[in-house]
């Protein structure tokens, strides 16, 4: 069952990398010219056979190569792979431990619509990383996903969704979670707003207003605070790194959607754990 799922999910993953490598803002997202068309290899041109198409066990056996051309194949093909099936594989389990917030008959559902937002989030950065564009069709997805989360999550006391679980009540919540995850839309839209205005759009630009209002509508109040707060910790980082290995300035884009994505990941698995974590480091239980 697991491994059966673990391999739908690596061929999702096989689908969302090509999806990510032909998309043209030009053009619809799932467009003929995306969607459309056999497989072939980027080097040599050559038409891939179904054998040569298999998630992972293809890029493993053929040595991460061309058969024909013996080119080095992208590492980003078996990386999607590998996340997309990892991603089919834990969201379950992970949704099963937070049963507090999900009863046991929406366990499934709830399970799907995160497997789904996992799978759009790596679309998504994998076209923020080549292109620095998010499609509006992702965003579009999302907020979709975000609603119909909603209308299944239990009416829950204080309308406690959050992964924070009870330092979520340290920052108050709203009495439904209409209007906290509403409330939650609102904060990152007006913070990530304010922070463009300030540096005039030079750091962060529209995408990532459009993402910040997505994630808080899908996460609620107050956990977008925390992802947008981790997304700026793992961004700097990263831009850090980036400067110090390319040479490259300050000044040269950095996609900042991947960093949200990311963060929404990290705080979905361990948000209660990292603020623990940081708390009990400054020796406040
Ligand atoms: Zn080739």
């Not at 995850?181 to 030079?202: E, N």
């Amino acid at each position: 069952m697991w491994i059966i799922l673990f391999f739908f999910g690596a061929a999702v993953g096989s689908f969302l990398n090509v999806l990510a490598l032909r998309y043209d803002p030009e053009r619809f997202l799932l467009g003929k010219h995306a969607v459309g068309g056999r497989s072939h290899c980027s080097f040599c041109h050559r038409t891939l056979k179904w054998y040569e198409l298999v998630p992972l066990l293809s890029f493993v056996i053929q040595g991460g190569r061309c058969r024909s051309c013996k080119a080095n194949l992208d590492f980003q093909y078996p990386a999607s792979e590998l996340i997309a099936g990892f991603v089919a594989v834990w969201t379950p389990i992970m949704v099963k431990s937070y049963l507090a917030l999900v009863p046991e008959a929406n366990v499934w559902i709830v399970s799907a619509i995160w497997i789904l937002i996992f799978w759009t989030f790596l679309l998504l950065a994998l076209i923020d990383f080549r292109l620095h564009i998010i499609p509006d069709e992702l965003n579009i997805f999302l907020v979709i996903l975000g609603l119909v989360l909603l209308v299944v999550s239990p009416a829950q006391p204080l309308g406690n969704t959050s992964f924070l679980g009870a330092y979520s009540l340290m920052l108050g919540l709203g009495d439904s979670i209409w209007i906290n995850h509403l409330l939650g839309a609102l904060f990152g839209l007006v913070f990530v707003g304010i922070l463009i205005a300030v540096t005039k759009g030079r750091g962060m630009g529209l995408g990532d207003l459009k993402l910040a209002a997505i994630l808080g509508l899908i996460f609620g109040w107050p956990d977008i605070v925390m992802i947008l707060f981790l997304a700026f910790i793992i961004g700097s980082l990263a831009a850090l790194g980036l400067m110090a290995f390319s040479k490259r300035h300050m000044k040269s884009k950095i996609a900042f959607g991947p960093y949200l994505v990311l963060a929404s990941i990290l705080v979905f698995a361990f948000g209660e754990k990292i603020l623990a974590g940081y708390f009990s480091l400054f020796g406040i239980i």
